[in-house]
């Protein structure tokens, strides 16, 4: 079991970056993909990118490639989410998670909920106009 817990967001203006942070616990957490993932008010969760166990393996939405760069570093059971160039249509909970389910045995794969069993509590991200 793994316990996920979110920070860095906050309140920016557009243009303007963050970092997320995922961190982790658990000795095994080295085993799990790991997912961000979030919900505007009013809108279902949505998938944003998300890196294999390795780090080998690294998928965005399209709403993020080019702006968003997930990493993660396993000696210090966190994961990253640097967001670039922020816009207002990003203002959302973000949430971390994590699993261990073969994603090719998921329909969607990483990229939707199905492929994660441990969620963090979430971490607002705001960003003005």
């Known amino acids: 079991q793994v316990q996920l817990v979110e920070s860095g967001g906050g309140l920016v203006q557009a243009g303007g970056s963050l970092r997320l942070s995922c961190a982790a616990s658990?000795?095994?957490?080295?085993?799990?993909?790991v997912g961000w993932l979030r919900q505007a008010p009013g809108k279902e969760r949505e998938f944003v990118a998300a890196?294999?166990?390795?780090?080998?393996?690294?998928y965005y939405a399209d709403s993020a490639k080019g702006r968003f760069t997930i990493s993660r570093d396993n000696a210090k059971n966190t994961v990253y989410l640097q967001m670039n160039s922020l816009k207002p249509e990003d203002t959302a909970v973000y949430y971390c998670?994590?699993?261990?389910?073969?994603?090719?045995?998921?329909?969607?794969?990483?990229?939707?909920?199905?492929?994660?069993?441990?969620w963090g509590q979430g971490t607002q991200v705001t960003v003005s106009s």
């Open positions: 998670a994590a699993g261990q389910r073969p994603a090719n045995l998921i329909e969607g794969g990483y990229y939707t909920t199905r492929a994660y069993e441990y």
């Open positions: 658990g000795r095994t957490f080295s085993s799990y993909h």
């Open positions: 890196i294999t166990a390795s780090g080998s393996g690294i």
